[in-house]
Structures are given as C-alpha cells and as structure tokens.
C-alpha cells in the first residue's frame, strides 16, 4: 500500500507538469511562429516478483511473469513541426516561411540564433533586425530612402530608391534546416539554439533542393497551437489528477484500517 502511495504521487506530480505545458501552450496561442510543446511520458522500474521467462519447473518457464510498476515521470517535451496558418500583414519586412526551415539571427552574445518568427524591421542604419534589435543573418541593409522593398520567394532581396526606375538586390536570406528540429534548445524570445541532438544546421537557399521551404513576402506565420485540443488535453490531465489522487486516498484509507486491526 505504500508502493500505491508513492506510484500515484508520481502520477500527480507528472499530470501537474503536463498541465504547466498546456498553460504555456495556451499563453502562446497568439506569439508569432511558436511551435506546441507535447510532453511525453515514460513509466519507471518494475518489481519483479516472478521474472518472465523464469524457470517454473524442471520443464517450463513462467510465460508472463509478475512485474509490478512504480509509476511514471514526464521524458521529453517534444516540438509539434506542423506549419502555423499565415497570416497576411502587407509590412514588407514581415516574412513567413511556408515549409521547412529557420531564419538565422545572430545574437548579442555572438551565438546564432534560428526563429521562425519572421517580423523583422530597419534600424537607423537599413540593417534587417528582429524587435529585439537582433540582426538577420546574413545580414542584409536596405538604403534608408528606399520607396519599396521586394523579397522574393528564394530570399533575394530588391529595393527601389528615388531616381532609380529598377530595383537593385541588396542581399540574399539563407534558411538553416536541421536533421532533428526537435532537438533545438528553446531559450525564449522565438529563438532556438543548435545542439548536438540536432545537428548542425544545413544552410540553403529558400525553396532549394535541400528541402527548404519558401519566403512569403508581407505574411506572418501563426502558433500552430490549437486551442480546443489544448483544452481537451487540460480535462483529460485534470481526470488523471483526480484519479491518482483517489488512489491516494484509498491507499490511505486501507493503511488506516489496518492501523486500527492493533488497537
């Protein structure tokens, strides 16, 4: 009865983790290229009071055995990849990447950063940064006085200045894709790391051979998270809460009944 105490503790402690991801799933549904987090879960180490496969009598082995679970732990919290809807703003420095892949950022500590989030703008000097002022890489700067600027879906950039009657390209955006992109490390702010899990990234051309998605000029890219199954999710790790915890409160009550056979 203590091993049920402490089996369905376990389940309440995982369930409270589940639905701390749901919550953040559901504070993000509106942030610009977020990506839903699953959390996963594994079960823990058996008791093996009759080992499968054990030797039964001289002659036969236990088929099935007799294993008893200590319960679960939550294992990883992996990326749902799924495309987000686009959504059209007409700034002509939004850009969403329809298909695979990751705008490359570089960050003030030197490192470079991969988003999906594609709401970038000028700073004083025409260079492309992010909101946080960090600058698209490679980097690309648009003249000042520049009266229109054109992306186009392989990442060639073109603005138009007075007294010119043709645009010039002023830089190219390069994507980076990753073998594993659930391997990336979040680190807040839209923005992700590379690690080993993940492997180096694979920088292309956007639409290229290399399985790279497509710049969308003037559009957004939306959370892919859904809001009802979020919240389906949060009933159904409710329930398990609550059943864990009747389980706790059975194994209580049968250790308070035997507690009561010595008196």
């Not at 990506?35 to 009598?57: H, K």
């Not at 190219?172 to 590379?194: D, M, R």
């Not at 990234?201 to 892919?224: A, C, H, K």
């Amino acid at each position: 009865m203590l091993r049920a105490l402490y089996t369905a503790a376990s389940g309440m402690t995982a369930q409270q983790l589940n639905l701390d991801n749901i919550a953040n799933n559901l504070s993000n549904a509106s942030t610009t290229g977020y990506q839903q987090r699953i959390l996963a879960f594994s079960d823990l180490l058996y008791q093996n009071t009759v080992m499968p496969g054990s030797a039964a009598t001289q002659q036969t082995t236990n088929a099935a055995g007799l294993q008893i679970g200590l319960g679960v732990r939550p294992s990883t919290t992996e990326i749902n990849q799924t495309q987000g809807d686009l959504q059209t703003t007409n700034n002509p420095l939004d850009l969403a990447i329809s298909g695979g892949g990751f705008f490359q950022i570089l960050l003030p500590n030197g490192q470079t950063g991969y988003t999906r989030a594609g709401s970038f703008h000028p700073d004083s000097q025409g260079n492309v940064v992010t909101a946080d002022g960090n600058p698209l890489q490679p980097a690309i700067t648009v003249p000042t006085d520049a009266t229109n600027i054109t992306i186009g879906s392989d990442g060639t950039v073109s603005a138009t200045v007075p007294g010119q009657t043709q645009a010039s390209t002023v830089g190219n955006i390069q994507l980076a894709l990753f073998v594993n992109p659930g391997g990336l490390n979040s680190v807040g702010n839209n923005i992700y790391l590379a690690t080993t899990a993940s492997g180096n990234p694979i920088i292309g051309t956007p639409g290229g051979s290399e399985g790279l998605g497509q710049i969308q000029q003037g559009m957004l890219e939306q959370s892919n998270v859904s809001v009802v199954d979020e919240f389906v999710q949060m009933i159904v790790a409710q329930r398990s809460y609550e059943s864990n915890s009747r389980v706790v409160k059975a194994a209580d009550e049968m250790l308070q009944q035997l507690n009561q056979l010595s008196q």
